[in-house]
């Protein structure tokens, strides 16, 4: 017997959808994590497709799309890149 379900509860908009999620991706650098909660708002200065943390590390968001045969759409893999700062300022 198989405990396998296709569907997933969203994080987003807490419903469960019977489908498979095709888009993946976090919110925000792994390296935020691991600032404390009290410094966030102080060290992380960031929008939907870019993060500066500590005026030392930068990153973009990218969209890595692989196609599905027999799909609807594209799977969607959401990255953060991290870049040079030179690389950064050429955005």
Do not use: A, K
């Not at 966030?40 to 045969?69: A, H, K, S």
């Amino acid at each position: 017997m198989s405990h396998y379900q296709q569907g997933y509860t969203c994080r987003c908009c807490g419903n469960y959808h019977n489908e498979l999620p095709m888009s993946y991706g976090r919110p925000v650098p792994d390296y935020c994590y691991e600032i404390p909660l009290e410094e966030q708002e102080e060290r992380i200065e960031m929008n939907e497709d870019l993060c500066i943390i500590d005026e030392e590390y930068f990153f973009v968001r990218g969209c890595i799309e692989i196609p599905v045969v027999d799909g609807e759409g594209p799977f969607i893999w959401d990255v953060w890149v991290s870049l040079s700062e030179n690389s950064f300022q050429q955005l």
